[in-house]
């Protein structure tokens, strides 16, 4: 009996180290002043978010070479989200110059946003290094029509990208890019949320898209989805300080 008894408890055991994580979360830090989108992360907000770092997406390793590395943080307002995306960058590019052109082909920083706890439709947010946007509204993460997707913008949107090195210039060695977000919450309002705020249940991934000169295509995510962005069942949750 004894013996039974303890192979229960083992098993018992072995489930639990088994079982999945918490759901990942980050932490949206309050700001009483809104914050100047400049793509340059000077005011004190910025000095006190707590970062999340993202991983290989395919794998989900840590990323090892520093140079490659990507952070985000999130603030908010009363009436505005603010994201901060931090991406070292050797070889900072993009031919890019258009709204809504496709920027995953190239380099760019990516936010879903998902408002309304229905699974199949979330906003989609990229910038390129040039500070060109694409937004658009997933309603079948499957089968995404993106040239009707992309007709949705969000009309007050302001996006600002620095960049520690010279764009477009592939033959020296680059240091960072840096891209300031801010969307207001009754961008984020559609037919099945007339309301958004901090006490909106937010599901939300963040993506990075690098190639470099000489090395390989990398894709780094918060949440990894071992192959194309578009799972929203492994986004996290954004959770408002």
Known sequence: MKKIALFGVFVLLLQCTDSPDKEIHI????????????GVLREPPWELATPIVLKENRSGNDVSDARLQTT???????????????????????????RDEHLWEEEAVEIFI????????????????????????????????????????????????????????RDDTDDKWTVEIAIPFADLTNKNISRVNKETDIKINFYRLDQNRDMQRM?????????RFHKPEVFGALIFK
């Open 27 to 38: 932490n949206a830090l309050y700001t009483s002043r809104s914050l100047m989108i400049d």
């Open 72 to 98: 985000v943080k999130t603030c908010y307002d009363d009436s505005t989200l603010y994201f901060a995306f931090v991406c070292n960058d050797p070889d900072i590019w993009t031919s890019f110059t258009q």
């Open 114 to 169: 998902d408002v309304d706890n229905e699974i199949e439709s979330y906003v989609e947010i990229e910038v390129s290094p040039a500070n060109v946007l694409f937004d658009s509204y997933i309603v079948d993460p499957e089968n995404i029509d993106v040239p009707q997707t992309a007709l949705f913008n969000l009309p007050g949107i302001k996006t600002a990208v620095n960049v520690s090195g010279t764009l477009n210039k």
């Open 219 to 227: 894709s780094y995510a918060w949440s990894p989805t071992g192959g």
